[in-house]
């Protein structure tokens, strides 16, 4: 089961890395075409709409993941009926929660041009443009979206990766193609549908050959309804926060400053966003198999598996946030130019607020895997009010600077409440070391990431010094990390398994 689980873990990782690039680069080959044809007042309401929607999608409120994790347990037993039965009842609710995405969509039209100040870009109609965004994201409720579900819960997630990979690659080429040739931002906006439908129905065929034995019908029996629910209860708070942290940004950005300043916003949450995403990519494709050992292993097996992974996250995010540092600010310049670039301190206070953001990863992932989000039901609506009432009091004080830096204090809050969740309800013990190893890795990735940026500050700014900068945080970094991580345990275990995994398994080839 353990090597399953791995290979699964595997496959699920590569595929979901590859579709992420996909979903990361094309949009930013697109965000580029966008601003210098169209220009940064339709790129601000683009993240506008987007943001709206998101808020929308709240209507979800962890359906999916509530539905997958009570699959675990009836797909080890092999208990078909219970299996169908769930997926009917994921059924119904998707449908009406379509419908009411719809509906309240559809009841904001008016409100939109109070969302935006100053005017809305000249020649769009922010009404069709925002109503071909809503359509496009209600329709995987109408299809075959909640059969995606058996995909994750059998941990073959790959599936859809790679369906989504192909399906988003050609849309995206379109759309460029669209931009460079034709310049109509409807036809731009309309192609997200098309791909829309064929990602749903391909699923839905890959689904129904893969598992033909589970079809949406039966009913659950009132025990397993009553646990969806708590479990529902407990995810409602995370998905507003998500939301929150994701979205309310722009918004307060672009009704309080203006469509051209939320782009520019938005371009530097864009790559912050685009590593965010590659480093959840890793744990989301990890939860499905971490759920499993959380059910099958002793407590010692999940606790070193635990510390294993938190030990690749801290170095994953420290590396990244030293290349953010040294490489965020002249990549911006020489991608957008002067005008559309924050001082360094801006800067600062993004890394600072993807590391708090991203730290915290393999706690999320283990909570979310062993299903402890009622015991955690209360931390997300805290961290959300923080985060709401510090934006909008200090985005009229110190505007964008107080918009990252309520984020920032909401993830101080989040970060210990989460972790002591987990490690009193999993690993039944004080998650304080825990804490600790956070804090140090934080200072040890701060002093890597000033004795770095001084390095690479006396190269000058141009893409031949960049890709310089570049080589220097790839070495310089790593070094410092292997100096002073090389005597802990969690190095020498993950060492073992990159030989087992990797080098044992090209050598048996050769």
Not at 129 to 138: G, K, P, R, S
Not at 411 to 420: E, G, L, Q, R, T
Request: glycine share 6%; net charge positive.
């Amino acid at each position: 089961m353990t090597g399953s689980r791995t290979k699964n873990a595997e496959r699920n990782i590569i595929f979901a890395f590859l579709n992420k690039m996909v979903s990361l680069v094309l949009p930013f080959l697109t965000r580029t075409i966008v601003i210098y044809i169209l220009g940064a007042q339709v790129l601000g309401l683009n993240n506008l709409f987007t943001s709206v929607l998101s808020f929308l999608s709240l209507a979800e409120l962890g359906l999916g993941t509530a539905i997958v994790h009570s699959m675990y347990k009836p797909i080890a037993e092999d208990d078909k009926t219970t299996i169908c039965a769930l997926l009917g009842y994921y059924r119904k609710l998707y449908q009406i929660i379509g419908m009411t995405i719809l509906l309240i969509g559809t009841l904001l039209l008016p409100f939109l041009p109070y969302l935006i100040k100053g005017s809305a870009p000249a020649g769009v109609n922010i009404y069709i443009v925002f109503y071909i965004y809503l359509l496009n994201t209600v329709l995987s409720y109408f299809l075959a979206g909640y059969k995606q579900c058996l995909l994750a819960a059998h941990q073959r997630s790959d599936i859809t990766s790679k369906i989504s990979i192909v399906a988003n690659f050609v849309m995206r080429i379109a759309q460029i193609v669209i931009l460079c040739i034709v310049q109509d931002y409807y036809v731009y906006a309309i192609l997200p549908i098309i791909s829309t439908l064929t990602i749903n129905i391909l699923n839905a065929l890959i689904t129904k050959k893969m598992y033909p034995k589970y079809k949406a019908e039966g009913k659950l029996d009132k025990e397993v309804i009553n646990e969806i629910k708590r479990k529902i209860s407990g995810l409602i708070g995370t998905k507003i926060n998500a939301v929150v942290v994701h979205s309310a940004d722009a918004l307060v950005v672009s009704a309080f400053i203006g469509l051209v300043d939320s782009a520019k916003y938005s371009n530097y949450y864009y790559i912050i966003n685009m590593l965010s995403g590659i480093i959840m990519t890793f744990h989301s494709s990890m939860t499905a198999g971490v759920g499993n050992s959380i059910v099958t292993e002793n407590l010692g097996k999940n606790y070193k598996l635990f510390k294993q992974l938190s030990f690749i996250n801290s170095w994953g995010v420290g590396w990244c946030c030293v290349c953010l540092v040294c490489l965020l600010q002249p990549f911006m310049t020489l991608w957008m130019g002067e005008s559309m670039t924050y001082p360094i301190a801006v800067e600062v206070c993004f890394v600072v607020y993807f590391f708090v953001y991203n730290i915290q990863r393999v706690v999320l992932m283990f909570k979310d895997a062993a299903g402890l989000w009622y015991e955690d039901r209360m931390r997300p609506y805290v961290a959300m009010v923080i985060n709401l009432v510090l934006n909008i009091t200090l985005v009229n004080i110190i505007g964008v600077y107080g918009i990252i830096i309520s984020s920032i204090a909401a993830f101080c809050i989040s970060v210990p409440w989460a972790n002591y969740t987990l490690f009193k309800n999993l690993f039944r013990e004080s998650g304080w070391k825990n804490i600790c190893d956070m804090f140090k890795d934080g200072i040890l990735t701060c002093v890597v990431s000033m004795l770095t940026y001084y390095i690479c500050k006396v190269l000058p700014s141009s893409f031949f010094f960049l890709l310089v900068r570049g080589i220097i945080c790839v070495f310089v970094p790593n070094i410092i990390f292997y100096l002073f991580y090389r005597k802990n345990d969690e190095f020498s275990d993950t060492c073992n398994l990159l030989y087992d995994r990797i080098l044992k398994r090209f050598t048996r080839r050769k």
